[in-house]
């Protein structure tokens, strides 16, 4: 349930009888909205051609009818443009800018879709450049309910460049998941938004700063202009981990668009294990060491001999007999054959498809030569042949691509074969199991594990392209992992997500040109996110104190917030450490919002024993538990882990132990890396509390 909104005011309130004349037109576009619905579900399915043709028509039409959902609490519209008579496209009209697109009984619109070209304007007319617009209206609702609105005429007179309607939207209080920005969206937002599908995006952007929402109505806006497209070939979205997923998974469907698949990385190349076989699976987890190196961009080379290795020369030649003949192929007509073949670049498995065919071929050749007139159905039942089945399986084998990974992890003679002149023997030895699996199915594989047979299994079958993929938080992949989420969009385009400053795992990313190259996509543009929109600005200003340290590179970020937020450092004994927890906690429960008590992982058995037995009610983030309760993100108090705190935000923050957390990651700087992240969740008012003393970096409070 959404928390309650504050009244929005505005410097000049407007006059009754226009706020009423608006509020007409939003109860009359709702009933245009009801009528659309009710239109759509009168649609007869049964009217189809055939069965196929009725399955779709039915899937077509539930579809319809999801994207035409009112939900009452949030306004249909939240702009209105007002056009210039001249204007060419316009001419003088009036639009209502809403999430989705309204139209009357005679099919003119009533609300536009934000992501039509008309309403451009709405997010980047400005007095140096109106486009036409006479005046910009901006409308203040509470609960779906409109109370007030605000005008800026941009052909005459001062504009002013505060909103209070705009900065009320963006600072509002809320409980639950998070929510669209179509009425908050920034000029510069509103470019990355609004890029070609042509054109891969990678956006570093500062905590508060929106990309996650940039990067989601951006998939939106793609799936509105390139809607045939995309529908057939795909949008994914690649999150951290699944809290994650759960907590943007309303944003898209609240913008009307269902099709869009989500899913992380772990997702992603499970996927592959599973289609391999059903009992391949994650079950394991590497050192930090060992993880770091299985992400490293070397284990391509690594993987690609290591499969290519398999194709051998013949050491006999081809014998097939063919009615009262038999007809022979040298070896070296085999090797021209095999040379051939791997010249053309293509993938291991559709090669060895091929050797067939070229085998049965060059027999073809053969009984030409004799004097035989054979046709395509005898090339055809050669390469079916027995002999030749059995030649190709020794020459160019079939590979499990998990069997293969488990060959090199576990066999130092293969590895050493593989790795030569890539791996250093330290890095050799490194890489392989202590006790070497039997058979894939028993493996305790873990996540870097799987990304390797995924780099296998794209160089025996390419892995199919999407259209557009959404990389969040993509600092955190490694190498490997990059490659991954780059085959799936390989003739497709990409929007790249993500902070240098908040890389939190080993194998991070250092320089966004290289994650770009192991993502297959160096010519995307670089696009830099430096306005803080949500964090207050003595909570950024505080937390930007490890800038120096974490990311020396990086322009520090500013909150656009004319509130300064509020920002509390307290240092207790630690016996009195969950007493002055409680109160914390208490008090920002107490307050409109959402709160979220962020701990060390380590920490997090204690933290929930206390809160659980002073009865403070509170959802645990990442409890998978099949009778946890309450859910994730739908009551005021979630207990976020610190590995989980990435990519949320809460109205209130209370911030358990930092050394602790600090001390938690592989090594020191990743956990001030880490420490950032947490500091910069909060949207008004952040509590450190502590025992230990704060990480140096910090400074004095």
Not at 71 to 81: A, E, Q, S, W
Not at 173 to 191: K, L, N
Not at 361 to 369: F, W
Not at 450 to 461: F, G, N, Q, S, Y
Request: charged content about 25%.
């Amino acid at each position: 349930m959404p928390a309650p909104t504050p009244p929005t005011t505005v410097p000049d309130s407007p006059s009754a009888p226009d706020l009423a004349a608006e509020r007409d037109h939003l109860a009359a576009s709702r009933s245009a909205l009801t009528r659309m619905r009710e239109r759509t579900a009168a649609l007869d399915s049964s009217a189809a051609g055939d069965w196929v043709s009725r399955m779709y028509l039915e899937s077509a039409i539930f579809a319809r009818m999801k994207a035409l959902a009112d939900d009452p609490t949030v306004p249909l519209f939240f702009g209105r443009l007002d056009y210039d008579p001249g204007h060419a496209d316009a001419l003088g009209e009036r639009f209502y800018i809403g999430r989705r697109h309204v139209s009357d009984e005679a099919g003119e619109p009533m609300v536009v879709d934000w992501r039509a070209r008309i309403s451009l304007a709405f997010y980047r007319a400005s007095k140096a450049e109106p486009m036409g617009v006479v005046l910009r209206r901006r409308f203040g609702f509470q609960h779906g309910e409109m109370t007030a609105y605000e005008d800026e005429a941009l052909l005459e007179g001062v504009v002013e460049d505060h909103s209070e309607i705009l900065e009320s939207e963006i600072e509002r209080p809320r409980v639950g998941p998070m929510r669209d920005i179509v009425a908050t969206i920034q000029p510069e937002q509103d470019v990355i938004v609004r890029s070609d599908l042509d054109q891969s995006v990678c956006v570093q952007g500062a905590p508060g700063t929106g990309k996650t929402a940039v990067g989601l109505h951006r998939a939106a806006f793609l799936l509105y202009s390139h809607r045939d497209q995309l529908s057939r070939q795909g949008v994914l979205v690649v999150g951290p981990n699944a809290s994650f997923l759960r907590y943007i998974g309303d944003v898209l469907p609240a913008l009307g668009e269902i099709d869009a698949q989500q899913t992380t990385i772990e997702g992603l190349v499970g996927a592959t294990l599973t289609r391999l076989n059903a009992k391949y699976a994650v079950r394991g987890a590497d050192e930090p060491p060992v993880a770091t190196l299985k992400g490293d961009a070397r284990l391509a080379e690594v993987l690609h001999r290591a499969l290519w290795s398999r194709v051998q020369p013949p050491t006999e030649g081809l014998l097939v007999p063919r009615g009262s003949r038999r007809w022979r192929l040298a070896p070296y007509e085999v090797e021209e054959v095999l040379a051939a073949l791997r010249a053309r670049g293509v993938r291991y498995g559709a090669a060895r498809g091929m050797l067939a065919q070229r085998l049965a071929h060059g027999i073809l050749v053969k009984m030409e030569d004799s004097g035989d007139s054979p046709d395509d159905r005898v090339q055809d039942a050669v390469a079916r042949s027995r002999e030749v089945k059995r030649y190709v399986d020794q020459l160019w084998p079939p590979v499990d691509p998990a069997r293969l990974v488990l060959r090199l992890l576990g066999d130092p003679d293969a590895l050493a074969a593989a790795a030569e002149g890539v791996l250093t023997a330290e890095e050799q030895a490194l890489l392989l199991w202590d006790r070497p699996f039997k058979a894939p199915t028993s493996a305790r594989w873990s996540l870097a594990d799987a990304v390797l047979i995924d780099e296998v299994a794209d160089l025996v079958e390419r892995t199919p392209s999407l259209g557009h993929v959404v990389a969040d938080e993509a600092q955190d992949l490694s190498p490997m992992m990059l490659r991954a989420v780059g085959r799936r969009c390989s003739t497709g385009s990409t929007t790249v997500l993500g902070d240098l400053a908040q890389a939190t795992t080993p194998w991070a990313s250092r320089s966004w040109e290289d994650a770009l190259r192991h993502l297959g996509k160096p010519d995307a543009h670089i696009e830099q996110l430096t306005k803080g929109f949500r964090v207050p600005g003595e909570v950024i200003e505080y937390a930007a104190r490890l800038l120096p340290t974490i990311a020396p590179g990086l322009e520090p970020p500013t909150s656009v917030r004319r509130t300064r937020g509020e920002l509390e450092v307290v240092r207790v004994e630690d016996d009195e450490l969950l007493d002055r927890l409680a109160a914390l906690v208490g008090t920002a429960v107490d307050r409109v919002g959402s709160v979220g008590l962020i701990t060390p992982d380590v920490l997090l058995p204690r933290v929930v024993d206390a809160l659980t037995r002073a009865g403070t009610g509170h959802a645990v983030l990442g409890d998978e538990s099949a009778d946890a309760a309450p859910v994730e993100f739908q009551v005021q108090l979630d207990v976020v882990p610190a590995s989980l705190a990435k990519g949320l935000e809460f109205d209130h923050v209370v911030l358990l132990e930092p050394a602790a957390l600090v001390a938690g990651e592989a090594d020191h700087v990743t956990g001030l890396r880490r420490l950032y992240v947490c500091l910069t969740r909060a949207v008004t008012s952040l509590a450190v509390l502590h025992t230990e003393d704060l990480p140096p970096e910090l400074g004095s409070p």
